[in-house]
């Protein structure tokens, strides 16, 4: 009998061993000497196979009458846990739920949906502990890990209390969840109604929350929110801003919209507080090594003094960054969560404004702990939601979303509409340039007297229009195509070998 590395034979019986230890198989050869399951028993045990091992695999092969190759021995697989969860008793999908458009014009339904309010004392989740995975087992016995699971990561926001793992609005509001992987940030946030027109008469509207604007919002003025907004009537001169989704009930004039700022904004601020956090993790652990070390010498401890020095011997550049970072935050205004402006304010006073009472210990952990989680929060990748901008009409205007664009009426004209996500147009597009990722669909694009109109989607994308005009030009990343004539329907992307293709009719 010879014996291999991951193999063993004679004449007339090959066993062979996977490379990863997870599988035996066993050729054999019918009319040679006899073999017993005992011999194959054998043959395995030289070659270190103890688990997994399948008798009546065995048995079938040594009596069969042919040539045959059979799996007898089989390692078990890990099987993954499940990381600690929320299960939710209320709907939070947010406020505003995108429109649905059949883009081509048969039929619109261009009402936007708005989830309804949670009530005081309302049960809004319950957290579910981690279920551990079981290990793995190759056939020569080795165990094989399984990842460890992790405890759901709640923080409660405005409005949402604890209670024994389960989760209350502490006041009547809409509900929002942010999710990232394991990790939950809970809020209730109340709706601002403002009635009547924004003007000059009103003042510009912010808050932390969503806005609904009752009448329009006039020349020169804002609208800005963390949540949602919701405006009635029509924009004119007008700045919106929306952390989340944004709504107009009717036209849009010379305006500016931008949707999903709270997902631009937040990355931003992760990026910059990634420069700062590990300085600050690697001060705060050298104060407390050098107050301690104070302290067991029985000198007299100005904790303001040690921090200084240790500041300007250890970490010089710390406070310049904390400064960047507090203008950062600054800059944002109401289209980021509180904790982020609670978090600057906090390493501002510690750090920056100089204080008679010391570096404040406890402040300084709360400031770490805060700045900790804040930042592995939004480190992790953010689940997809449906952010984006809904409007009628739009002319001479600047739309931009970080997801999804949706014009549900007669079109736009000479505007530029930026979306991370795709856009769809149920009227026309003529004049100005449209810029999306994923996907454009476009009812008319152009217009008979062949004014110039751009599309520019990413070269993994899609365009589609139902009728197209000369002067149009479709762009995909460098490759770019201009229609000469009258088409339609049409659909344009670039194929297996890199040229944009052009196929006529529509997706379904």
């Known amino acids: 009998m010879e014996q291999m590395e991951n193999a063993v034979q004679n004449e007339n019986c090959i066993i062979d061993l996977s490379a990863d230890c997870m599988s ?16 194959v028993e054998q043959m395995l045990e030289n070659i270190n196979v103890i ?35 929320l299960t939710f008793f209320v709907d939070y999908t947010a406020g505003l739920i995108p429109p649905k458009i059949d883009w081509s014009g048969a039929a619109d339904y261009r009402e936007i949906q708005v989830i309804p309010e949670i009530k005081e004392g309302t049960l809004i989740a319950r957290k579910n502990s981690p279920l551990p995975g079981i290990e793995g087992r190759t056939v020569t016995g080795k165990a094989i ?25 502490s006041f009547s509001g809409r509900l929002s969840v942010e999710k990232r992987g394991h990790q939950y940030v809970l809020d209730v946030s109340k709706r601002f109604i403002h009635p009547g027109n924004v003007d000059l008469s009103s003042g510009n509207v912010r ?17 800005e929110a963390a949540g949602d907004i919701d405006v009635l009537g029509q924009l004119t001169g007008a700045i919106i801003i929306a952390g989340r989704s944004a709504s107009v009930g009717q036209n849009v004039f010379s305006s500016t919209i931008s949707s999903g700022k709270v997902v631009e904004s937040t990355k931003a601020l992760t ?59 600054s800059k ?44 592995s929060f939004y480190q992790a990748e953010e689940e997809d939601g449906d952010l984006f901008v809904s409007i009628p009409y739009a002319v ?46 476009v009812k008319e694009a152009g217009s008979e007297s062949g004014v110039k109109t751009t599309f ?53």
């Open 51 to 85: 688990f997994g091992i399948d008798q009546n695999a065995i048995e079938e092969g040594l009596c069969s009458q042919e040539d045959v190759t059979i799996q007898i021995a089989k390692g078990q697989e890990p099987k993954p846990g499940k990381n600690g969860s």
């Open 207 to 223: 808050f932390q929350g969503d806005i609904e604007v009752q009448g329009s919002v006039e020349n020169t003025m804002r609208v």
């Open 24 to 39: 035996v198989e066993m050729s054999y050869q019918p009319g040679g000497r006899s073999l017993t399951g005992a011999d």
């Open 145 to 169: 890990a399984v990842a460890p699971v992790k405890e759901a990561v709640v923080q409660c926001g405005t409005g949402v209390y604890e209670k024994g793992n389960q989760y209350f609005a």
């Open 271 to 329: 990026d910059n507080l990634s420069g700062c956090l590990p300085s600050i993790i690697e001060f705060s652990q050298k104060l407390d090594s050098l107050l301690s070390e104070l302290k067991n010498r029985g000198q007299a401890v100005d904790e303001y003094a040690a921090a200084q020095t240790l500041m300007e011997k250890t970490c010089p550049e710390l406070p310049a960054a904390i400064k960047r970072f507090a203008y950062e935050t």
């Open 332 to 375: 944002t205004g109401q289209s980021v969560r509180k904790e982020w402006s609670d978090l600057a304010n906090k390493l501002y006073r510690l750090f920056i404004m100089k204080s008679s009472f010391g570096m404040q210990k406890e402040l300084l952990k709360e400031a770490v702990d805060q700045a900790a989680l804040l930042h």
């Open 456 to 508: 520019c989607i990413d070269e993994e994308g899609r365009v589609e229009f139902l009728k197209v005009y000369p002067e149009v030009t479709v762009q995909f990343g460098q490759k770019q195509y201009t229609f000469f004539r009258e088409e339609g329907p049409v659909c344009l992307f670039v194929n297996e070998n890199g040229s944009i293709q052009k196929e006529a009719g529509l997706s379904t």
């Open 396 to 441: 001479n205007s600047q739309i931009v979303s970080n997801k999804h664009i949706y014009i549900t009426g007669q079109g736009i004209f000479n505007s530029t509409i930026k979306a991370g996500g795709h856009v769809e147009v149920s009227g026309c597009v003529k004049g100005g340039s449209v810029q999306a990722k994923t996907m454009i669909k």
